[in-house]
């Protein structure tokens, strides 16, 4: 059974940066998509980016492309997402989740994920 923890959440000011950290436990991440997503009171759960394999993406949900990077470390069973130029409106509570299956239509990182992290609180604000 996977399980997910993210960090690196935390407060950074406007225009700051911060890296969130997905560390899988109980099985390698080798084969599976992950995908991060963003979550604010009052609206809907969002696909930020999503990465897949062999070589599917990364994908980025449009308010963050050109500012969010997503990588991975196998050898650290790790999943990352660099966050640059945080806008207040990129607060909320980011989860990462993942699954063997690919996830991406419509032009967007979709919620058809199995396994899913705790979230981690990213708060921008001056």
Avoid: H
Avoid at 16 to 38: E, H, P, Q
Avoid at 76 to 81: A, D, E, G, I
Avoid at 97 to 115: I, L, P, R
């Amino acid at each position: 059974q996977m399980q997910l923890v993210e960090s690196g959440g935390g407060l950074v000011q406007p225009g700051g940066s911060l890296r969130l950290s997905c560390t899988a436990s109980g099985t390698s991440l080798d084969f599976y998509s992950v995908a991060w997503f963003r979550q604010t009171p009052g609206k809907e759960r969002e696909g930020v980016s999503c990465i897949g394999r062999p070589n599917y993406g990364p994908n980025y949900a449009d308010s963050v492309k050109g500012r969010f990077t997503t990588s991975r470390d196998d050898a650290k069973n790790t999943v990352y997402l660099q966050m640059n130029s945080l806008k207040p409106e990129d607060t909320g509570v980011y989860y990462c989740a993942a699954d063997m299956a690919w996830a991406y239509y419509g032009g967007k990182c979709q919620k058809d994920y199995n396994y899913w992290g705790q979230g981690t609180q990213v708060t921008v604000s001056s």
